[in-house]
């Protein structure tokens, strides 16, 4: 049954509205459940005598426009006629016959099957084999009905007054865009746009394309070089380490200001020189007309390439510098404040994470237990290679001088880099002024523990003899005081190692170890 929520002050009138047509003339409807402000209204299913049902398609209602109800009756009525004979139509095509109607062309169902299987994960996949037979039958069984509908219509269309209960299909004419692919496509003054575009882009000339391409290359040269000699495969000494990065730095700033532009000024010349007057004129001696040429823009586009290319050379070369730094160091990185090193001199917590980078000398003198190399010249050398390493990026000159021989330039514009205080390479020396400096609290620790050893390094020989010989000694005594230094001098080669690895740093302990085993062997000697 149908169904009406309605307010019920609205009622009498709704009903008498929503009935017209419905019901006979003998009642309306039957009004059930009064609940609050509003009132369920319920048409029974029960059909006395005197009603009857009416399809939604033919009753009017009162709100309806006249003309309007009477084109969609006459719509429906004429799309049904329509949807009826096109189910005939199919029906009669889908039960002729396909015997000897013939195949779809195995060259072209193979072509279609190996462009189906053109993409790299199905290619060699030989679970579709099946799936693929079937659809090979699916593709016959089309092409035959494709081919019986080409028959059916021929017959039928010859002959219509045979035929004349069935309907063929209207046959749609396919809308053929005047410009464009796709008919819903607006319309565009593209002849205008193109001439625009044509008129703004450098990409209208062959000889500029293969102009870009060689900058292209020459400046992904540039970005793919170190200014540091990154990764260090053996530990130097602090001079050493600082000539060897100088000198890569060095290197890599006498390349960008000579040897790049040179071949990117011959890219460019080579490229553009048949060209002549026009867009892309190296000859152009009037400053105001290059200023509006293309080869201006052109130029420009350079620029940006080459300061792309040395804004990630140093981008790159300062964060492979810092991560050699943080690998060798990184088992100290959590370290804070002064340590003591123990009694084992021999093993190290404090290994790199690849190999060490600095090579230094433990020695003990009268000065104390230090080594060969002061500890606090590290964090500064590392800092004035940082600082370099940008630095070789500066002042290098714009090309355009270079290519443009004709105009006068007053001076030699220069290619901007990156700076010396920005925040990332302000966040980069930072981390590497702390990873030094966590790596000096083992070093300084380590140090230490030697300080022992400083009282029997520092021994004179003569004073010992001298000490020993002013007290008398029995024969028993003398050799206890050999044997006891025969035994530490044992001592002190098991417990002082040739080496140890303290995080960057590679420690060599070997002229400890063999000055005071040779300092208790002395004494053995003297005694």
Not at 135 to 152: H, S, V, Y
Not at 189 to 195: G, L, T
Not at 371 to 391: D, E, P
Not at 480 to 504: A, D, F
Request: negative net charge.
């Amino acid at each position: 049954m149908w169904c009406a929520v309605v307010p019920q002050e609205a009622l009498l009138e709704l009903c008498t509205l929503w009935c017209l047509g419905v019901t006979g003339d003998q009642g309306l409807s039957v009004l059930k459940s009064f609940e609050g402000p509003r009132l369920e209204q319920y048409w029974s299913r029960a059909l006395r005598t005197d009603q009857y049902w009416v399809p939604r398609v033919r009753l009017m209602f009162a709100a309806e426009n006249p003309t309007d109800f009477a084109k969609a009756v006459h719509d429906a009525f004429h799309l049904r006629k329509q949807t009826e004979a096109l189910l005939r139509y199919n029906l009669y095509i889908d039960y002729m016959p396909m015997d000897g109607v013939g195949e779809l062309d195995p060259e072209t169902l193979k072509r279609m099957v190996k462009w189906a299987k053109g993409a790299p994960s199905l290619s060699k996949n030989k679970s579709l084999d099946d799936y693929i037979h079937t659809l090979e039958k699916e593709l016959n069984i089309d092409f035959c009905r494709a081919m019986n509908r080409i028959t059916f219509d021929k017959i039928v269309g010859g002959n219509p007054d045979m035929y004349s209960f069935v309907t063929l299909p209207e046959p749609v004419v396919e809308v053929v865009p005047e410009t464009g692919f796709h008919p819903d496509v607006p319309s565009y003054p593209f002849e205008e746009q193109y001439d625009n575009f044509a008129f703004n882009s450098l990409l209208t000339r062959e000889e500029a394309i293969f102009a870009m391409n060689k900058v292209r290359a020459e400046c992904n040269k540039v970005s793919a070089m170190s200014l540091f000699h990154v990764p260090m495969t053996k530990y130097l000494r602090l001079e050493e380490f600082e000539q060897t990065q100088s000198q890569a730095s060095s290197q890599v700033q006498l390349f960008l200001k000579d040897s790049w532009i040179a071949t990117l000024r011959a890219a460019i010349r080579t490229s553009l020189r048949d060209v002549g007057k026009g867009w892309y004129n190296l000859h152009e001696t009037n400053w105001e007309v290059y200023q509006r040429s293309k080869l201006k823009s052109f130029m420009e586009m350079v620029k940006f390439c080459m300061q792309d290319s040395l804004r990630y050379l140093v981008q790159d070369s300062l964060v492979n510098f810092t991560q050699m730094l943080l690998d060798a160091a990184f088992s100290v990185l959590e370290l804070s404040g002064e340590m003591e090193w123990g009694n084992n001199l021999i093993h190290s917590q404090f290994k790199p994470k690849k190999n060490c980078l600095f090579y230094v000398d433990l020695i003990l003198d009268k000065e104390g237990s230090h080594y060969t190399t002061n500890l606090t010249s590290f964090a500064s050398v590392l800092i004035s290679l940082f600082n370099k390493g940008i630095a070789a990026t500066h002042n290098v000159p714009q090309l355009e001088k270079y290519v443009l021989e004709d105009i006068f330039w007053a001076d030699t514009p220069l290619l901007e880099s990156v700076g010396e205080h920005e925040p990332k390479v302000e966040e980069l020396r930072d981390t590497i002024t702390m990873a030094i400096s966590k790596a000096l609290i083992p070093m300084r620790a380590y140090a230490r523990a030697y300080e022992k050893y400083l009282e029997l390094n520092n021994l004179e020989i003569n004073d010992y003899i001298e000490d020993y010989s002013s007290k008398e000694h029995t024969a028993s005594e003398v050799k206890q005081e050999i044997e006891m230094h025969l035994q530490e001098k044992e001592v002190l080669e098991n417990v002082i190692p040739s080496n140890i690895m303290i995080g960057p740093f590679y420690v060599n302990t070997e002229s400890v170890r063999q000055g005071l085993s040779k300092k208790r062997k002395a004494m053995a000697n003297a005694a």
